[in-house]
């Protein structure tokens, strides 16, 4: 049986768009008195549809859907379900969302629920190329997370707007994979601003942006835009049994999100040494030091607090996001331009990225250590009469006692007392198996590495990016 896990997202009853009436050419053409030709009159029939398009029917709203859909993208995948009624297998239904693209790399950010427990996410751009995609990082706690596609050329970025400026009453446009039906287009207005919503025991959402531009199970992880085709606004979850009655999360708020959940030091253990501070305007946004640690790569480069960073290498730094991006991929020592104003005058600094201090076992050739590092686990072996009791088909496992927060297990579900019983295509028993795949010489031509692990009586699996130092 086909379902969403989309579950923010229950269905409303759509506006009828009011129709538009066409342009109609006169028949008769009077010009001092005298009526033209019906060539004349031909001609204006000829050329009137021209007209209305570029006059009348291409609305702002147009426009704006045709900039956002080329970075707005659809996500499927299955998820595994526990209870109710079972599929053909028994165990998954299908599921879909949206994304949008933040980075020409292939950086997407949804909605957590929409990722949540899937094993395998594909990514259909607009021109419907699929991907395989992979989570990068997510934050159940505001319902984001972050997925990457490595597709074949750079991707058009989402125009982003303000969230600091929205007016209740205002016009806004939403788009998203509503129901399956890919790159749907809706419209409303601002209803309200700043509301709280308890969906659930476990999930309650604040200062959400309330519309009633119509929106379904789908739609999460969609922009919400401004007449102007900014996103202002990330699509959450709708009132259930009401009529527009939608929710979205401010996009100035998603973007702090967005850049803790791509910090350098989060994802590839680098430190800049620098805290800063996004300000969005209706007419700009810009990216402010607040403050920068003693002995750090920030310091020795020379930023100060108060400095306002305006690109980093090539990137056109407006928000936190953009700084943390800029450094994604960079690799230590190497420098880095950094180009701020300082009370008004244009400097250029060097900064180099430093190993990050993060509290983890990084340095340690033990292979507990190892795993915990590379993998985010702590395993310990499973005695047979145990493993036999899972009644599994595989030979061995072992137990997980414990994930690392914000490591690569934890962004993929993993969770203690869960069993691993494999990765790629090697079983592991025991933790020398562990290393021996840790340690090929073509380990990077099999990332992201596949893993399979027993939960209860059902055997799940997913994919983990490994970073090896």
């Excluded at 001092?32 to 398009?53: E, F, H, V, Y």
């Excluded at 509503?178 to 749907?184: I, R, S, V």
């Excluded at 190993?355 to 507990?368: F, L, M, N, P």
Aim: glycine fraction near 10%.
């Amino acid at each position: 049986m086909a379902g969403t896990f989309a579950g923010r997202m229950l269905p409303t009853t759509a506006n009828e768009l009011p129709s538009m009436p066409a342009a109609r050419p006169s028949r008769h053409f009077y010009f001092r008195g005298q009526c033209l030709a019906a060539c004349s009159a031909a001609l204006l029939l000829c050329l009137s549809p021209a007209w209305a398009a570029n006059n009348s029917r291409r609305t702002a709203i147009v426009v704006a859907a045709e900039e956002a859909k080329q970075a707005v993208v659809n996500i499927h995948g299955r998820k595994s379900v526990r209870g109710g009624e079972a599929t053909a297998d028994g165990k998954h239904v299908n599921g879909m969302g949206t994304g949008i693209i933040l980075d020409p790399r292939g950086y997407i950010i949804t909605n957590h629920h929409v990722i949540d427990g899937v094993a395998n996410i594909q990514v259909t751009l607009s021109d419907e190329k699929s991907y395989p995609a992979r989570i990068v990082a997510h934050d159940p706690k505001t319902d984001l997370a972050i997925v990457k596609i490595d597709a074949q050329a750079p991707l058009p970025v989402i125009r982003l707007g303000t969230s600091s400026d929205l007016m209740q009453g205002e016009s806004v446009i939403a788009m998203g994979n509503a129901f399956g039906y890919e790159h749907t287009v809706t419209r409303g207005i601002i209803s309200a601003l700043h509301r709280s919503v308890q969906v659930s025991d476990e999930q309650k959402y604040h200062d959400l942006i309330q519309t009633d531009a119509p929106i379904n199970p789908g739609n999460s992880g969609g922009p919400l835009m401004n007449i102007e085709g900014q996103t202002i606004g990330i699509n959450v979850a709708v009132r259930v049994g009401a009529q527009g009655i939608g929710f979205a999360i401010p996009i100035d708020e998603a973007m702090e999100v967005a850049q803790r959940l791509l910090s350098v030091e989060r994802l590839e253990g680098v430190s800049h040494g620098m805290a800063g501070v996004t300000t969005a305007t209706p007419e700009a946004a810009t990216f402010t030091v607040k403050s920068v640690k003693a002995d750090s790569p920030a310091a020795s480069a020379g930023l100060q607090a108060g400095d306002v960073i305006t690109t980093i290498g090539d990137r056109v730094v407006q928000r936190g996001l953009d700084f943390e991006l800029g450094l994604l991929g960079r690799k230590r020592g190497e420098a880095i331009a950094v180009e701020i104003d300082r009370n008004g005058e244009t400097q250029t600094l060097s900064l180099q990225l430093a190993e990050g201090k993060r509290a983890i076992a990084a340095a340690t050739d033990d292979v507990s250590g190892r795993v915990w590092t590379d993998l985010g686990l702590k395993l310990t072996a499973v005695n047979e009469a145990e493993f036999r009791a899972l009644g599994t088909r595989y030979r061995g496992g072992l137990k997980i006692t414990s994930v690392r927060p914000e490591g690569p297990a934890a962004q993929q579900g993993i969770r203690k007392g869960d069993v691993l019983v494999g990765m790629h295509i090697w079983e592991t028993i025991t933790m020398d198996n562990v290393t021996y795949i840790l340690d090929r010489d073509d380990f990077t031509d099999f990332q992201p590495l596949k893993f399979f692990i027993v939960r209860g009586n059902e055997t799940l699996y997913g994919h983990l990016r490994v970073a090896r130092r």
